[in-house]
């Protein structure tokens, strides 16, 4: 993991903007909603300094597992992976801090890049009335470096006697590194 970790720091180096295309769908009894966002994220050395819409203040940002300064909070263990195709890993993680700003999944990494391929995580806690939910990121290449390309996810919230689903779908594209912070804000947003 300390590979992957190098790795990832090494990609996330500088400014990088880029921009996203969302849908949720929720349905529950009586309730039935579609959220579409066209909006944009500028990250610092990986981390989040900007975006087009405020984060949410009940869903901190996600201490990631293949960070380097949190590996000490995660621990890891090869495991078992049918669809990893040959010259990749799975790697199982898990936190014994059970909160909002860890999970716990699995990456697929390429054993010869120490690169991400795929992963899947289930966040501890998530915000209310959401009870439980799954998400899964695809990796790859991109102008700005190796990134997630795409993000899915499945939830079931509850209020009462009450169950409701929702799909979540997002696709980031394409990152672009930029000479500082103000510069990144004004391309993405002069963008439709």
Wanted: proline share 8%; with cysteine.
């Amino acid at each position: 993991m300390r590979r992957v970790a190098t790795q990832y720091a090494q990609s996330a180096r500088g400014v990088i903007g880029v921009r996203s295309q969302s849908l949720l769908v929720v349905e529950a009894p009586l309730f039935k909603r579609r959220i579409a966002n066209d909006g944009w994220f500028v990250f610092v050395d990986g981390v989040l300094e900007k975006s087009k819409d405020a984060p949410d203040p009940r869903q901190p940002p996600l201490r990631d597992p293949y960070r380097t300064e949190y590996l000490g909070e995660y621990v890891y263990a090869f495991t078992s992976c049918e669809d990893c195709r040959p010259g990749t890993e799975a790697v199982a993680f898990s936190s014994p801090i059970r909160d909002v700003r860890h999970a716990s999944g699995t990456l697929v990494v390429d054993t010869a890049t120490a690169l991400i391929v795929a992963q899947t995580e289930t966040p501890y806690k998530l915000p209310w009335p959401t009870k439980s939910g799954d998400l899964v990121a695809t990796w790859g290449t991109t102008d700005g470096g190796w990134f997630p390309k795409s993000i899915t996810g499945s939830f079931v919230g509850k209020i009462g006697p009450f169950v409701g689903h929702a799909r979540y779908a997002q696709t980031l594209s394409p990152y672009r590194r930029f000479e500082d912070v103000a510069t990144a804000t004004a391309a993405l947003s002069q963008q439709p």
